[in-house]
Nanobody, 120 residues
Framework: QVQLVESGGGLVQAGGSLRLSCVGS????????MGWYRQAPGKQRELVAQ???????NYADSVKGRFTISRDNAKNTVYLQMNSLKPEDTAVYYC??????????????WGQGTQVTVSS
């Protein structure tokens, strides 16, 4: 079993910053792609940013230039640095990862989410 645990969410004023963290734990060989998604009430869950094990990244257009995703492979951790936050960034943010469980199985996992609220 694999667990992903997010932290770092909270309440911040527009223009402020937050850094989210997600730590993977459990029994597995490695974590490959890691990403951040978000979901606001009444909205579909959307991809915010993702990063491969080799460090390749991509971002949703709405966060380019404001958010930065990074990872520490030794700690099985992915980060999302969020700057210049806007009220429309308000959502529950979820960590997601592709995990190599054994030599023949690669599974996808979700964290339970962390709330980010941006006030105007």
């Amino acid at each position: 079993q694999v667990q992903l645990v997010e932290s770092g969410g909270g309440l911040v004023q527009a223009g402020g910053s937050l850094r989210l963290s997600c730590v993977g734990s459990g029994t597995f060989l490695s974590i490959n792609r890691m990403g951040w998604y978000r979901q606001a009430p009444g909205k579909q869950r959307e991809l915010v940013a993702q990063i491969t094990s080799g460090g390749s990244v991509n971002y949703a257009d709405s966060v380019k230039g404001r958010f930065t995703i990074s990872r520490d492979n030794a700690k099985n951790t992915v980060y999302l640095q969020m700057n210049s936050l806007k009220p429309e960034d308000t959502a529950v943010y979820y960590c997601n990862a592709d995990v190599l469980i054994n030599l023949i199985r690669n599974n996808n996992y979700w964290g339970q989410g962390t709330q980010v609220t941006v006030s105007s």
